[in-house]
Nanobody, 127 residues
Framework: QVQLVESGGGLVQAGGSLSLSCAAS????????MGWFRQAPGKERELVSA????????YYPNSVKGRFTISRDNAKNTVYLQMNSLEAEDSAVYYC????????????????????WGQGTQVTVSS
């Protein structure tokens, strides 16, 4: 059974940092594009970072560029999201996701491309 389990969420003051982890189990994900999404109350789920299978290509929307860093350790089947300079607007449930297409060399940037999803972890930034 495939599982993506996020951890590392919590409460932090504005300007602070958090590091999220996503541990995958049930099958290897070392050939899969991976991504982090977030969803705030009343808003649509949005992509905040994506990484290709070998970690050499990443994608960030302008809203988090320069503040968030995605990385992966394929030996551990784990993807990370380092979040710095957090703002109140970053408060949301953060989800890890995996694209099932292992033939893809680049990042997946559309929500529809992702097949596997974690349950999410809450990030709250107090202002």
């Amino acid at each position: 059974q495939v599982q993506l389990v996020e951890s590392g969420g919590g409460l932090v003051q504005a300007g602070g940092s958090l590091s999220l982890s996503c541990a995958a189990s049930g099958r290897p994900f070392n050939k899969n594009p991976m991504g982090w999404f977030r969803q705030a109350p009343g808003k649509e789920r949005e992509l905040v970072s994506a990484i290709n299978w070998n970690g050499r290509t990443t994608y960030y929307p302008n809203s988090v560029k320069g503040r968030f860093t995605i990385s992966r350790d394929n030996a551990k089947n784990t993807v990370y999201l380092q979040m710095n300079s957090l703002e109140a607007e970053d408060s949301a449930v953060y989800y890890c996701a995996a694209d099932a297409n292992i033939a893809k060399l680049w990042c997946s940037v559309k929500e529809s491309e992702y097949t596997y999803w974690g349950q999410g972890t809450q990030v709250t930034v107090s202002s």
